[in-house]
């Protein structure tokens, strides 16, 4: 048996399905093929089976996944969530005109709050959690940062009665994201997909 078929029995065994992910198109016939963009968007049309009616993006920065995922799936309602406040400007810039997408200008986590914020000068290495001297070693563009407060709230409070399944949920918070699981177990369980930075 091959290599790679005994990694995915092993997977399928603990319960997780791994595809593989094509990045070009092979032939769609489809006008926008040549888009760097569209092509990037491409490693999401694994997930076109499942039909998405809400995807909920946690920690949309500037809306690059969000804006991929439109090309999937059209005419899903996207909640896309985003506590920095010039950064949230350019996704409601990046979005605009998009009637089924709704921008909530905070993040996630465990309760309703107003902390700081470590904004980094690369937006999307900022975090509610201190950095840590390895990615400062690794990503010297990326170390200096000021504080900046936002709002935090509950995924299951802000959500809870809102979903459409199939829901899918992505979440990139740079180290947050245990919190966002806490404040929104109800929203994840009707997951069907999970998209997760760990």
């Known amino acids: 048996m091959a290599f790679s078929r005994l990694i995915k029995k092993a997977f399928l065994t603990a319960g997780f399905n791994i595809s593989r992910v094509q990045l070009k198109d092979k032939g769609q016939g489809n006008k926008e093929a040549g888009d760097s963009y569209f092509q990037d ?117 802000v959500l809870l009665n809102k979903i459409k399944r199939p829901l899918l949920v992505k979440i990139d918070v740079q180290g947050y994201e245990m919190h966002v699981i806490n404040g929104g177990h109800k929203i994840i369980e009707q997951a069907d997909v999970v998209i997760i930075e760990t």
């Open 41 to 157: 968007s491409l490693r999401f049309l694994w997930l076109k089976s499942f039909g998405f009616k809400t995807i909920i993006d946690v920690g949309a920065n500037e809306g690059q996944f969000t804006g991929k995922i439109l090309y999937v799936f059209p005419e899903a309602e996207v909640h896309c969530f985003e506590p920095l406040f010039g950064v949230f400007q350019d996704l409601k810039n990046s979005l605009k005109g998009k009637e089924n997408i709704f921008i909530s200008p905070c993040g996630m986590g465990t309760a309703t709050a107003d902390p700081e914020i470590f904004r980094n000068e690369y937006y999307p290495s900022s975090s509610l959690l201190e950095m840590l001297d390895l990615h400062k070693s690794n990503f010297d563009t990326a170390v200096k940062v000021v504080n900046e407060r936002i709002l935090i709230r509950k995924l299951d409070e």
